[in-house]
T-cell receptor, first 114, second 114 residues
Framework: AQSVSQHNHHVILSEAASLELGCNYS??????LFWYVQYPGQHLQLLLK??????LVKGIKGFEAEFIKSKFSFNLRKPSVQWSDTAEYFC????????????FGTGTKLQVIP | NAGVTQTPKFRILKIGQSMTLQCAQD?????MYWYRQDPGMGLKLIYY???????DKGEVPNGYNVSRSTTEDFPLRLELAAPSQTSVYFC?????????????FGSGTQLSVL
């Protein structure tokens, strides 16, 4: 069965600091990987996704993530965070072959201090 | 285009009461899902549907029922509410299952069972 681990539960950064949120998945086959974001009071929305090809994926609002197959990782990065990036971030995986069962990680709450 | 609409946004139930969480989408999506989000636990799939008249259990279906009589609507029924069902419930939809298919989420229903 597929699973997703997010190791950072709560991250506090000052504006302009760099961000890296860890995500590891466990599944031996081909996967799609996603990062969703939930801003305060809003619903989850897709930040970026990896399907195939270039392992470095760029998303909205300056976010990017790198798929490293050998490490089963899909870490989210942003070189300089803003106060408006304060949100909860969820990594998710969808494995080939099953119905579309998207498994989510436990989430990382990011707080950016002005 | 409203996307995925959930009602109500908040609800308090007494133990043993029943209620239906409503979910509607206007994107003609075939696939619809119900997730629950508990603090520090990520999102867990309760039920999903691949089309009108077809539903199936997810990871945590006990205590819930669903129906899908139309493409647009996917209500979630709680029978005999229990404190363990206190959670935030999200409905989501996607056009199809398969690779890299983005989920569209509703704004959530915060349910407390006291």
């Amino acid at each position: 069965a597929q699973s997703v681990s997010q190791h950072n539960h709560h991250v506090i950064l000052s504006e302009a600091a760099s961000l890296e949120l860890g995500c590891n998945y466990s599944y031996g086959g081909t996967v799609n990987l996603f990062w969703y974001v939930q801003y305060p009071g809003q619903h989850l929305q897709l930040l970026l996704k990896y399907f195939s090809g270039d392992p470095l994926v760029k998303g909205i609002k300056g976010f990017e993530a790198e798929f490293i197959k050998s490490k089963f990782s899909f870490n989210l990065r942003k070189p300089s965070v803003q106060w408006s990036d304060t949100a909860e971030y969820f990594c998710a995986v969808n494995a080939l072959g099953g119905y579309q069962k998207v498994t989510f990680g436990t989430g990382t709450k990011l707080q950016v201090i002005p | 285009n409203a996307g995925v609409t959930q009602t109500p946004k908040f609800r308090i139930l007494k133990i043993g009461q029943s209620m239906t969480l409503q979910c509607a989408q206007d994107m003609n999506h075939n696939y619809m899902y119900w997730y629950r989000q508990d603090p520090g636990m990520g999102l867990k799939l309760i039920y999903y549907s691949v089309g009108a008249g077809i539903t199936d259990k997810g990871e945590v279906p006990n205590g819930y029922n669903v129906s899908r009589s139309t493409t647009e609507d996917f209500p979630l029924r709680l029978e005999l509410a229990a404190p363990s069902q206190t959670s935030v419930y999200f409905c989501a939809s996607s056009y199809r299952a398969g690779f890299a298919e983005k989920l569209f989420f509703g704004s959530g229903t915060q349910l407390s069972v006291l």
